[in-house]
């Protein structure tokens, strides 16, 4: 009986302490993201947003993408990099909990997700539950 209510007590503290870590993410990320402007370098712009996501869980992060880019004959190097930027609460990790930074070439070029189409997946509805007692 004692170690099933430590073992309960453990596990409550490890799933609190992620959810405390990703609300404190975007915190911080809502602190420092004002400081970022369109057009500047990508290292600046990582120097100042990648120390805000420092305790993110991994299943609570986004990979950045990377691809090549050819219009009008020329090429561009495109980058986008994810930021923890708010959460759902319907445990499940979506694309609109995070936003996106695009950088052609090393430099800044938008903010969001209309530049890049729109996120892929979002958080779901949680069904809620009606309990009825009859007396």
């Known amino acids: 009986m004692r170690i099933t209510i430590l073992l ?8 609190g302490g992620c959810s405390n870590s990703v609300e404190l ?8 993201s004002p400081q970022v402007e369109l057009g500047m370098e990508r290292d600046e712009v990582l120097l100042i947003l990648t120390p805000t996501q420092e305790g993110l869980p991994l299943r609570h992060s986004k990979e950045p993408e990377s691809y090549y ?3 009008d004959g020329q090429s561009r190097f495109v980058e986008i990099f994810f930021f923890r930027s708010q959460t759902n609460y ?19 070029t938008a903010i969001g997700w209309t530049a890049i189409g729109g996120p892929k997946t979002q958080a779901q509805p949680i069904p809620q539950q009606h309990i009825n007692i009859l007396r």
């Not at 309960?8 to 799933?15: K, Q």
Request: net charge negative; glycine share 8%; with cysteine.
């Open 25 to 32: 993410v975007i915190q911080r990320y809502h602190q420092f």
């Open 8 to 15: 309960c007590g453990v596990l409550m503290c490890l799933l």
């Open 90 to 108: 319907d445990g499940i990790v979506t694309d609109d909990e995070f936003t996106p930074y695009i950088f052609q070439n090393g430099k800044l």
């Open 69 to 71: 880019e050819v219009t």
